[in-house]
């Protein structure tokens, strides 16, 4: 009796890590297919640029689009914080659809990779989420802020900004976005943000582009950070854009926080770079049920409550912000830069099309733009 | 490396220690216990999170 019962709850308890276990699988090992577009010239990975990188978890695919005339490089990062979807959906909008006329386009739909493969440990997000196409949708992983434990622990008591000696959050050592311009024998992610430099060196980057997303409550949201040397060309897109579209800042990057993309990449390559945030109420610490409804609807009761109370740095009602309007201001933004940046450099121009904009992104939604992978000639399709 | 070694050596044996207080026990209570508290061990042990 005393065995039967103890094999009964031994079979149980297998049955929730078999749960368990199938949800932390799909967070960590979910392949996610990228359709290489019409200019997509060649696939290299992040490892081509710095040795030790290659064969780890950051390894990341790096997508060249390329025109047929010469011009100038942009470097555009998705998934720094993977847990803030726009970006990543982005660059696959940009793989998939770009067609470049002039200059090339570098893109990285999954930065810090590591990040992606793992969830915030008793965040209850959900694994995956899923963007609905004409031919059944496509599943992304969730991911996180930090890179996964799994490929770099431990964490210090206190984070040493490399080489600023800046005192940071002790988890931040794994965030990629604090970890610029990173460092050779430093940890995993301290070396994907030194294969990144390289990656800016090599290739002659022009400008950087870091797309994120942000919580209401956070003051930096809706805007565009911008090193000092691009404020001009963050000025212009953020006039034209507020006028014509949907209302955008800009802010000049500190000097005094170390470690950030929008700092470091100006500081130690000759790239301008910029970071986009776009409003993500998933992200808010008010919110309530943290499931892939509100990460792609971005609808929430309690953070509209917040907002009636003015602790919110940006606007939000009944209908939220989805993922189109998300994705759709990045789209825009990144366009309206390439435009800015075409104009002022002739010889160094940028001129892309293919890429809906914000209103075409609403009407249409994210899932018009995402191949079907099952459709494609199976050499353009790559996985992150 | 040697620190992650250790980790999973710890691991491992916490995962022996309650595998054995479970073949021990008497109480359904606390086998019901010893098992929801073996399951994040066990995943860890298998790398899944």
Redo the contacts between chains.
């Keep these: 009796m005393?065995a039967l019962?103890?094999s009964v709850?031994?079979a149980?308890?297998l049955v929730?890590?078999a749960f368990?276990?199938a949800s932390?699988?799909a967070?960590?090992f979910l392949k996610e297919p990228v359709v290489a577009g019409p200019s997509v010239a060649r696939v290299a990975t992040l490892g081509e640029y710095f040795a030790p990188i290659k064969g780890t978890a950051n390894d990341a695919n790096v997508f060249f689009l390329e025109g047929a005339k010469p011009g100038g490089t942009v470097l555009v990062l998705g998934g720094t914080h993977p847990e803030e979807p726009a970006g990543r959906l982005t660059t696959w909008i940009l793989a998939e659809n770009a067609v470049l006329d002039q200059g090339r386009i570098i893109v990285l739909n999954s930065t810090n990779r590591s990040a992606s493969t793992?969830t915030r440990?008793s965040g209850a997000y959900p694994a995956t989420y899923t963007i609905k196409t004409d031919w059944g949708g496509q599943t992304f992983r969730m991911g996180d802020r930090w890179s996964n434990p799994?490929d770099q622990?431990?964490d210090p008591e206190v984070y040493i900004h490399y080489p600023s000696k800046q005192n940071l959050a002790y988890m931040d050592i794994r965030n990629l976005n604090r970890d610029w311009p990173g460092r050779p024998g430093g940890t995993l992610t301290e070396q994907t943000c030194y294969a990144l430099i390289q990656l800016i060196n090599k290739e002659a980057v022009d400008i950087v582009i870091d797309l994120h997303e942000a919580e209401l409550q956070y003051p930096v949201i809706s805007t565009i950070v911008v090193h000092p040397k691009g404020l001009d060309i963050a000025a212009m897109a953020s006039m034209t854009l507020s006028d014509e579209e949907f209302k955008i800042g800009m802010e000049k990057s500190p000097a005094e926080l170390r470690g950030l993309s929008h700092r470091e990449i100006g500081d130690f390559t000759k790239a301008v770079p910029l970071l986009f945030e776009s409003p993500e109420p998933f992200l808010d610490a008010t919110r309530g049920r943290t499931d892939a409804r509100l990460l792609l609807e971005g609808k929430d009761d309690f953070v509209v409550r917040a907002g009636k109370r003015g602790l919110l740095f940006e606007k939000i009602d009944e209908k939220g912000w989805p993922i189109d309007v998300r994705v759709g201001r990045h789209c825009s933004t990144l366009i309206e830069v390439l435009s800015v940046w075409s104009g002022d450099h002739a010889d160094k121009a940028v001129v892309m099309s293919g890429v809906p904009k914000y209103a075409e992104m609403i009407q249409k939604g994210v899932g018009a733009f995402l191949h079907d992978p099952a459709k494609a000639d199976p050499k353009k399709v790559f996985f992150e | 490396m040697i620190i992650t070694w250790l980790y999973y050596l710890i691991v491992a044996y916490v995962v022996v220690l309650m595998v054995w207080n479970l073949i021990r026990s008497r109480k359904w209570q606390e086998e019901v216990l010893y098992v929801v508290v073996l399951l994040p061990f066990v995943l860890r042990l298998l790398r899944l999170k």
């Design positions: 005393n019962r103890k709850i031994v149980l308890g929730l890590a368990a276990g932390f699988h967070s960590r793992v440990p799994l622990w431990p």
